[in-house]
Antibody
Framework: EVQLVESGGGLVQPGRSLRLSCGASGFIFDDYAMHWVRQAAGKGLEWVSGISWNSGSIGYADSVKGRFTISRDNAKNSLYLQMNSLRLEDTALYYC??????????????WGQGTLVTVSS | QSALTQPASVSGSPGQSITISCTGTSSDVGSYNLVSWYQQHPGKAPKLMIYEGSKRPSGVSNRFSGSKSGNTASLTISGLQAEDEADYYCCSFAGTSTFYVFGTGTKVTVL
């Protein structure tokens, strides 16, 4: 069974940094691209960032470009999201999501349970 | 890149069929056969229901079907059941600049 477990969320002040982690199991991690998708409370889904199987292709939403950095460690079956210069509007539940293939195009399945990031002074 | 447009809510009685539309542009829905649909129950993570516009993952009921015409994709739920009450989101690949755009979401209510 595929399992994705996010961690690292919490309360942080505007302008500060936070690093999210996602531990993966139940599948061959380096055979798949991975993504982060977020959802503000009561709002819709927003794709944040994605990384191909070998980190050769990386993409970011315009809303986080230049502030967030996605990375992965295939030896540790782990995905990361380094979030710098956090803003109030970054407050959301962040989901770690497995991609459908090695590359950045496809669909998302399955999703982790999410880790909550709250940006507030 | 704007979100794909979905109706805010759709309702139906048990056993009926409902259809949720998802309208994009020629840069996303109209350009790629990569529309997917997700079901989200309150407090739960989204679940993949349809991929590549009309394909169902293993384990998803055949009451769920998808289609696409031009810049608009659709999700149809037939034989509506109480457990289908949830939020539904469409998503489309939108090229290697924008990558992905989600729909605005539709709340399905079973009357």
């Amino acid at each position: 069974e595929v399992q994705l477990v996010e961690s690292g969320g919490g309360l942080v002040q505007p302008g500060r940094s936070l690093r999210l982690s996602c531990g993966a199991s139940g599948f061959i991690f380096d055979d798949y691209a991975m993504h982060w998708v977020r959802q503000a409370a009561g709002k819709g889904l927003e794709w944040v960032s994605g990384i191909s199987w070998n980190s050769g292709s990386i993409g970011y939403a315009d809303s986080v470009k230049g502030r967030f950095t996605i990375s992965r460690d295939n030896a540790k079956n782990s995905l990361y999201l380094q979030m710098n210069s956090l803003r109030l509007e970054d407050t959301a539940l962040y989901y770690c999501v497995k991609a459908s293939n090695q590359l950045l195009y496809g669909w998302f399945d399955p999703w982790g349970q999410g880790t909550l990031v709250t940006v507030s002074s | 890149q704007s979100a794909l447009t979905q109706p805010a809510s759709v309702s139906g009685s048990p056993g009926q069929s409902i259809t949720i539309s998802c309208t994009g542009t020629s840069s996303d829905v109209g350009s790629y056969n990569l529309v997917s649909w997700y079901q989200q129950h309150p407090g739960k993570a989204p679940k993949l229901m349809i991929y590549e516009g009309s394909k169902r993952p293993s384990g998803v009921s055949n009451r769920f079907s998808g289609s696409k015409s031009g810049n608009t994709a659709s999700l149809t739920i037939s034989g509506l059941q109480a457990e289908d009450e949830a939020d539904y989101y469409c998503c489309s690949f939108a090229g290697t600049s924008t990558f992905y755009v989600f729909g605005t979401g539709t709340k399905v209510t079973v009357l």
